[in-house]
């Protein structure tokens, strides 16, 4: 938690108490484990928010005798010990039961820096090694039962537990108890319920490398490539990245390093959609597209649709046209009302540059903008043939539908609380439309942003 300022205690805190951001999501944000994160709360919910002020003062030995005995005789749960005594770590009482241990089940107070030469070198080795501490049968049963607990729990899982996650969980019984692998392993192999595990196997494992110390410089770049696009990009789109920029690497392998790596992509949420369909207003359109949405050449398809919008009980819209090549996000209007002039704007928009437009097909759904005489004129003036989506149909105009999809859970949903108003709204979507084009690449047009398609395609009909 020393990773931590006042104030982002107080922040974590507030978006916890009055927002209701869970401890995965804190701690995601924060990069500070989940464990702790539940625990300042827990602390800041008991005590107040004062507790954060209050000063890292040396503990007598009889807060931290009544602390231990609490713990290892009465068999309290350490946490809801440091809770209650407001002890600002977690791990501080599980340090002094370790240190009690060292020191012959003793508390002392430890004074702080380096001892001297003289204080490590014992005086006499044959009676340093013969002045072994007994350990208590209170104690060695205490060893015992907190052994049975951890290894049990890896047999909760429906499969059998690989030998080096139970040499990972004896490793750290080592550290924690401060006992033999002889006593541990005994301990497990006398229990038939526990997995079994001999020596020779466990210092086997221990040998084997780490098979991902020769992957740290693939894994900087992935966390890096996971940073840069605002945990937009899942391990397929990285993997792309990694192979535009000469990487040779399986898809697979990047997404078990980002899993190892905690690096999760923004979760799917669907919200619902808005509606501009009023009845039958003006002439409706047929068809033309059928669901197939893709074009060969650019300003042959374009597709058009209006979303919405709520935040803070108020509503923004946009009216976006993209390009069926090149996926390309051609023009767009903002506007806080659902208005005709929101749409004709768009369009004139569009056709500023891009004036080439004779033979286009323009496909919407059938809300009532696009069925307005002003709208349907001015496609006609432009040599623009109009197509429609059947009533009812939203898979019809498939391709918009999916980029508002894409928009709303990269840079929207769950982020709602970060825009103080709609104005900052409108400059968070101006910025990502900039972002979908320029540099965000898609495998459905060959791994290129939209604008590097719609040049290479260009290029290719030079």
Sequence with gaps: MSKLTKQDKIDIYNYWKKYGKTSTWLSKKYRINSGNIRYMLNLIDRHGINILDRSSSAYTIEFKEEAIRRVLINNEIAQHVSLDL???????????????????YNVINHKKGKPSHEKQRPTNQRTSKTT????????????????CKKIKRLSFSKKKPKAKEIAQVVTELRHELHVTVTFI?????????????????????????????????????????????????????????????????????????????????????????????QG???????????????????????????????????????????????????????SRHPVLEQVMNMLELAYKDHPALNGLIFHTDQGWQYQHPAFQNWLKNHGIEQSMSRKGNSLDDGLMEGFFGILKREMFYGFEKTFKNLDELEEAIKEYIYYYNNKRIKSSIKNHTPIQYRNMVLNQMA
């Design 86 to 104: 407001a002890l600002p770590s977690q791990g501080l009482i599980h340090n002094w039961i370790r240190k009690y241990k060292e020191d012959g």
């Design 185 to 277: 392993l005994n301990t497990i192999n006398s229990n038939p319920d526990l997995p079994h595990l001999s020596k020779s196997n466990y210092y086997y494992v221990l040998k084997q490398d780490d098979k991902d110390l020769k992957n740290q410089d693939i894994m900087k770049r992935i966390k890096e490539i996971f940073e840069e696009h605002k945990h937009r990009y899942g391990y397929r789109r990285i993997t792309a990245q990694l192979h535009i920029e000469g990487v040779k690497i399986n898809h697979k392998k990047v997404k078990r390093l980002m899993k190892k790596m905690h690096l999760f992509g923004i979760a799917i949420r669907r919200r619902r959609k808005y509606s501009s369909y």
């Design 280 to 334: 039958t207003v003006g002439k409706i359109k047929p068809n033309l597209i059928c669901r197939n949405f893709l074009a060969i050449l650019p300003d042959r398809k374009w597709y058009s649709d209006i979303t919405e919008f709520h935040l803070n009980g108020e509503k923004l819209y946009l009216s976006p046209i993209m390009d069926g090549c090149t996926h390309e996000i051609i023009s767009y209007t903002l």
């Design 132 to 147: 072994k501490r007994p350990k208590t049968r209170e104690l060695k049963a205490y060893c015992r039962k907190r052994i």
